[in-house]
């Protein structure tokens, strides 16, 4: 099987604007997390998507968004962008509905510098 | 408090020798820990998960879990070079269906 993909690997934005990022789960799983990681805070909890449906969410501002495709794929959208934002974006797919129970398998991220 | 705490390290280890890493959390409900390995430049992967109270091994690997005193440990044995890398704790919260990270614990194999 394919592992998680995400697209795209690099990105360089500028302040002020928004970036999509894409996610494409193990073919079979139904649950998709994100999650934001940086030097200093370590690995942090976005969202995690099942079955279209947003079922938990970060401590994060509103300018984090996601949404899950019928076919499982994911997005999330990070709209006027700060300096801060700037990190590896991990996705992670699981095959069931309960995600903090399961092995998560992570993509190998999207790396976004905001200038 | 922080939810999941790890030491950062890095943790200096001889080669062939038994690494120790720890993990202690905060939420007594938590039934759900793992351990991811992250490799510099790398997406984290899964090592060990574990789900009840005492050791569970798999290969040089053996996790250990006491809910009583609410700590996770990772015990490597026979480190090799290619053990190098940053390892998560992973904890399941019993209030809301997430995993929280630790932040890490930097494990260097010196030959």
């Known amino acids: 099987k394919a592992g998680v993909t995400q697209t795209p690997r690099y990105l360089i934005k500028t302040r002020g604007q928004q970036v999509t990022l894409s996610c494409s789960p193990i073919?079979?799983?139904?649950?998709v997390s994100w999650y934001q990681q940086t030097p200093g805070q370590g690995l942090q909890f976005l969202f995690e998507y099942f079955s279209e449906t947003q079922r938990n969410k970060g401590n994060f501002p509103g300018r984090f968004s996601g949404r899950q495709f019928s076919n499982s794929r994911s997005e999330m959208n990070v709209s006027t962008l700060e300096l801060g934002d700037s990190a590896l974006y991990l996705c992670?797919?699981?095959?069931?509905?309960?995600?903090?129970?399961?092995?998560?398998?992570f993509g190998p991220g999207t790396r976004l510098l905001v200038l | 408090q922080k939810e999941v705490e790890q030491n950062s390290g890095p943790l200096s280890v001889p080669e062939g020798a038994i690494a120790s890493l720890n993990c202690t959390y905060s939420d007594r409900g938590s039934q759900s820990f793992f351990w991811y390995r992250q490799y510099s430049g790398k997406s984290p992967e899964l090592i060990m998960s574990?789900?009840?109270?005492g050791d569970k091994e798999d290969g040089r690997f053996t996790a250990q879990l006491n809910k009583a005193s609410q700590y996770v440990s990772l015990l490597i044995r026979d480190s090799q070079p290619s053990d190098s890398a940053t390892y998560l704790c992973?904890?399941?919260?019993?209030?809301?269906?997430?995993?929280?990270f630790g932040s890490g614990t930097r494990l260097s194999i010196r030959p």
């Open positions: 992973a904890v399941s919260s019993s209030s809301a269906s997430k995993i929280i």
């Open positions: 574990i789900y009840s109270n």
């Open positions: 073919s079979g799983h139904r649950s």
């Open positions: 992670a797919s699981t095959p069931g509905a309960s995600a903090h129970q399961e092995t998560q398998y």
